[in-house]
């Protein structure tokens, strides 16, 4: 009778991808945040809007959201009180060229993730972004 043998894969697992949801109105920045992050695993997804960034992390349960100082129809502020009526909600960075002690302090006292200041440096948003995910899921997770 012939036994019943798992066989191990020899393939590394895949890797989770993980949505980043960029809010921004410069396609420049859009473009520098996609490439300083691993494209095999991370999907960015664009809004340019407090309302259209309320139907994407609605609609695709981003990880984390990226949020410019200031939009075209508010600011980091109304995002991050739009994100915290969702049930789940994600991190919020929040990405400005004028990124100082006070707004930094502003942001984690309001509940945000962190400040990434501009220009972007690589390594930086890769960091910011993989702990604010993994913060996330702690939060998720319970």
Known sequence: MPSAVKKRSTRAPAMEKITLLAVCSSDD???LLADSLEAERWTVR???TCGEALQAMESENPAVV???HELADGTWRDLFALASTL???PPVVVVSR???ENLWAEV???GGYDVLSKPFEK???TRVFEMA???GRTLAAG
């Open 29 to 31: 920045d859009l473009r």
């Open 133 to 135: 995910s993994r913060h």
């Open 98 to 100: 004028h990124a100082d």
């Open 87 to 89: 049930q789940d909600p």
């Open 108 to 110: 984690l006292n309001l």
């Open 46 to 48: 664009h809004a340019q």
């Open 123 to 125: 390594n930086e948003v």
């Open 66 to 68: 990226a949020c410019e």
